[in-house]
Every structure is written in structure tokens, then in C-alpha cells.
């Protein structure tokens, strides 16, 4: 038996099919904090939205985890943003208080998708008795398109800053990655004498190169922070309990 096509049926479909369900990887732009720089103060309590931007088009679900440095930060709650709410969406968070990480996600319930700009979340801050300043870092972001799709999202950090408090809690372990070894002394010499990034972490006077605390990157940095790596010389100067 022969079946008799519609022409016209196709494109019927391929219309309403692009008209409701948007095709996928249209997902793109970026994920990140507002304010991106945060003022706080001890006793403090402030929120910080987490946006995306106009290139984030047909989102159907977002999973970020967000991470601080300091535990006299912490965070009361998380709301969930008007950019996917309304659209029978599954929104929770989950703090991980040992890892400081935050994890929260979001999906809508399809073929409902949503375009930015928006706000995704807004996560409730408050600050204890002695605050310092912390970057507030996408430790994980995770997008999917309406067809459920993993797609890259740019991201950007942000901060929370507290004047006048001094930590410098990565000095010398310049890739922050716990420990004080070759790759860190290869980055402070890349910084003394090849013009590296030289990275300073937020209410540190000093940066994370200057081993010795003298303000400057030289080649007494680098033979400071070998010692520290490889003789069991002393770790570098803290610039907040030195005095100076
Ligand atoms: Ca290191
Ligand atoms: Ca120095």
C-alpha cells in the first residue's frame, strides 16, 4: 500500500517543532556573579544573584557548584531566580560544608526553556565575627540545552571583600593546590624572571610570589621558596602575622 505524502506536513512540523522545542546547543554565553565584588562587613548578612547573560539562549537545566575560602563566611540559604522559575522546574541546592562547596541546580520541565539575561539563584551570605575576603569561585558549572545536550558556559568569578582584613592563606603555593613543590617554585621564577601572572589573593598585602615578604619578586624569592620545597627550609613569610 502506497502511502500519499503531504508536502506540506514536513514543514508544518519542522515549524512547530523549531517554534516549541528550540533545537539544541543554543546554550552558550556565560555564568556569573552579581554583584562580582561584594562588600561585607563583620556581623554581615548580603545576598549575591548568580546570572547568566544574553548568550544563554533555550537553557534547560544549569548545575553549578560555587566554593569561598574562608568558614567565617557562610551561606544561610539559596533561592531560586526568577529566570527559571514559573516553569515547573526542580530547583534545590545542597551545601557540602566540609569541601565549603555549594551545589545547586535547576531544570525546567520540557519543552519549556528559558533565554537569558537572568538571575539564576541568589545565595543569602552572612558573616561572622572576624570576615576576611574570599573569591567566590564556580568550582564546577554545568549547562544543558532543551534536548538535554551538555554545552560550555563561559564563567567568571567573583569576590566577597572585607576592608581592612589581612590573609594571605596560599603564599608560596602559587597553583593553590595545598602543597609547596616543584611547580611552585617553577611559577615564582616564571614570575621573577619571564614576566609570569603573578597572583595575589584577596586581602593579602603581597602576592603569593614574594615569598620573602620584601615586596618584590626577585631571585631571593625563588631561592627562598626552593628551600621551602626541597630542604626543609621555612615556609614563606605570612605578611598578616610578620609585623610588617
Ligand atoms: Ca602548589
Ligand atoms: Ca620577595
Known amino acids: ?9 514536513g514543514i508544518l512540523l519542522a515549524i512547530i517543532t523549531c517554534w516549541v522545542i528550540p533545537s539544541g546547543s543554543t546554550v552558550a554565553g556565560q555564568v556569573s556573579f552579581s554583584p562580582p565584588s561584594q562588600s561585607a562587613t563583620p556581623y554581615d548578612t548580603f545576598d549575591v544573584n548568580i ?3 544574553t548568550g544563554v539562549r533555550a537553557l534547560g537545566c544549569f548545575n553549578v557548584q560555587v ?4 568558614p567565617d563566611v557562610t551561606v544561610l540559604g539559596v533561592t531560586e531566580g526568577p529566570l527559571l522559575k514559573n516553569t515547573g522546574s526542580s530547583f534545590g541546592w545542597t551545601a557540602k560544608d566540609t569541601l565549603g562547596v555549594w551545589d545547586i541546580f535547576d531544570c525546567v520541565l520540557p519543552p519549556k526553556y528559558a533565554n537569558g539575561p537572568g538571575v539564576l539563584a541568589t545565595m543569602r551570605f552572612a558573616t561572622g565575627a572576624s570576615p576576611c575576603s574570599t ?8 549547562f544543558q540545552d532543551t534536548i538535554g545536550q551538555p554545552v560550555t558556559v563561559g564563567s567568571a568569578d567573583g569576590m566577597i ?17 595545598g602543597s609547596i613543590d616543584v611547580f611552585d617554585v617553577i611559577s615564582v621564577i616564571d614570575v621573577a624572571f619571564s614576566g609570569g601572572q603573578d597572583i595575589q589573593d584577596p586581602g593579602c598585602p603581597i602576592a603569593r610570589s614574594d615569598v620573602n615578604n620584601d615586596q ?6 625563588v631561592i627562598y621558596i626552593i628551600g621551602t620545597a626541597f630542604s626543609g ?12
Do not use: A, E, T
Not at 566554593?67 to 574562608?70: C, Q, T
Not at 582584613?165 to 593553590?176: A, E, M, V
Not at 627550609?233 to 610588617?244: E, K, T
Open 1 to 9: 500500500m502506497r502511502v500519499r505524502r503531504n508536502p506540506y506536513l
Open 51 to 53: 546570572v547568566v547573560d
Open 67 to 70: 566554593s569561598f575560602l574562608r
Open 135 to 142: 573569591p567566590l569561585q564556580f568550582v564546577y558549572v554545568y
Open 161 to 177: 571583600v572585607v576592608p581592612g582584613c589581612c590573609s594571605c592563606p596560599s603564599q608560596g603555593d602559587i597553583n593553590n593546590d
Open 216 to 221: 618584590v619578586v626577585d631571585v631571593f624569592d
Open 233 to 244: 627550609g621555612s615556609l614563606p613569610i605570612d605578611p598578616c602575622n610578620s609585623g610588617g
